[in-house]
């Protein structure tokens, strides 16, 4: 059901809505749905600097009806607190966007507009009620931001889930590749599975091993590196 959507999503929507996401990730979301299937895992996405939800939808056609709920996370139109202008989110657009091209409709979708820093020290019971099955990074680029994210996405994804970062290696924002070594040289509970076409996949070291596998079947091609002391699969 997953691939079909996705396909139908690729060839229409994910052309038009206004983003920067190379598209052979969208084949690695394949791989990432058929693992969290064969794990059982349910729950929404959530997203940290959605823009105008080019990769959301992608994620949020993963969610199936009555799943849980989904949070896109943005400053969009507050661009003070964009302080390293890191893309520039419309609201508007991403609702539209929602409608248009979204599996739902955007009718499962909670909109939370504002720094991402702060999430940790609001109500998290609305994340911990229904953690995610899938979180995506791509707000701030500061070494900062990144760090505080992932400390953040830890502590709120499905213990079955995973945590995709982008811009890992990305020359012109060398603050996410800081941030991320930063994060993992503290020994943390999210390990690395997979990095390529601009992304990171890291899954809580409980279930590294069955995400491991699974990519590992699927993705024959991919090499076996290493950052911080993690082993894990690559492609580019």
Request: proline content about 4%.
């Amino acid at each position: 059901m997953y691939a079909k959507w996705l396909e139908s999503y690729q060839s229409e929507g994910f052309q038009k809505v206004e983003g920067w996401v190379d598209p052979r990730i969208l084949d690695i979301l394949k791989v990432l749905h058929d693992v969290q299937k064969s794990l059982a895992v349910r729950g929404g996405v959530f997203e940290i600097g959605v823009h105008h939800g080019r990769f959301f939808i992608a994620l949020n056609g993963m969610v199936e009806p009555g799943e849980g709920p989904s949070f896109a996370v943005d400053v969009f139109e507050n661009q003070e607190l964009n302080i390293d202008h890191s893309g520039r989110g419309n609201s508007g657009k991403f609702v539209e966007n929602l409608k248009r091209y979204d599996r739902h409709k955007g009718e499962n979708v909670q909109i939370i507009k504002g720094d991402s820093t702060r999430l940790r020290f609001s109500d998290l019971s609305r994340f911990r009620t229904n953690p995610p099955k899938v979180i995506s990074i791509d707000g701030g680029h500061t070494a900062e931001h990144t760090l505080s994210d992932l400390q953040f996405a830890e502590t709120i994804v499905h213990d079955q889930g995973v945590v995709f970062l982008d811009d890992i290696l990305n020359v012109h924002w060398l603050g996410v590749i800081d941030g991320t070594t930063s994060y993992l040289r503290n020994r943390p509970i999210l390990w690395p599975v997979f990095i390529g076409f601009n992304k990171m996949i890291l899954a809580p070291m409980s279930y590294w091993s069955q995400y491991m596998a699974g990519f590992r079947k699927a993705l024959p091609a991919a090499k076996t590196v290493q950052l911080c002391g993690y082993a894990f699969l690559a492609m580019k």
